[in-house]
C-alpha cells in the first residue's frame, strides 16, 4: 500500500548531473519528511538530504553541499534530488524514505523506503 518509487538513476560522466525523482504512492506524502541515502558497496548508508513535510527545511550532508538540492512538489506527491558537478565517490545506491515524525538524515530513524535507484559516476 505505501510505497516509495525511486527514478532517474544511471551512469554518468564525472562532472555531469542526475536528477532523481521519489514517487510515493498509497499515502499522501505532504505529511512525511523525506530523505534521501545512499549505500556504496562494503559502506554503511549514509544519509544525503532531507526535507521536512513543508519543504520549508532542508538539510545535506557535508559532502553533498553546494552540490545537491532536495526538492518536492506535494502536488505530485514527488520529492527529488537534484545532483550537479557529479564524482566518482557519488556512485551508489540512492534511496528515497519517508517518515511522519523524523526529519534528519540517520537511515535508521525512517519506517518507509524504497527499492533505489543505481547512480554510477564514471568516465
Known sequence: QL???ES?????QPGGSLRLSCVASGFTLDYYHVGWFRQAPGKE???VSC???SGGSTNHADSVKGRF???R???KNTVYLQMNS???EDTAIYYCAADKTYYGLGPRRYDYWGQGT???VSS
Open 69 to 71: 538540492t532536495i526538492s
Open 3 to 5: 510505497q516509495l518509487v
Open 86 to 88: 557529479l564524482k566518482p
Open 118 to 120: 543505481q547512480v554510477t
Open 8 to 12: 532517474g538513476g544511471g551512469l554518468v
Open 45 to 47: 548508508r549514509e544519509g
Open 73 to 75: 512538489d506535494n502536488a
Open 51 to 53: 526535507i521536512s513535510s
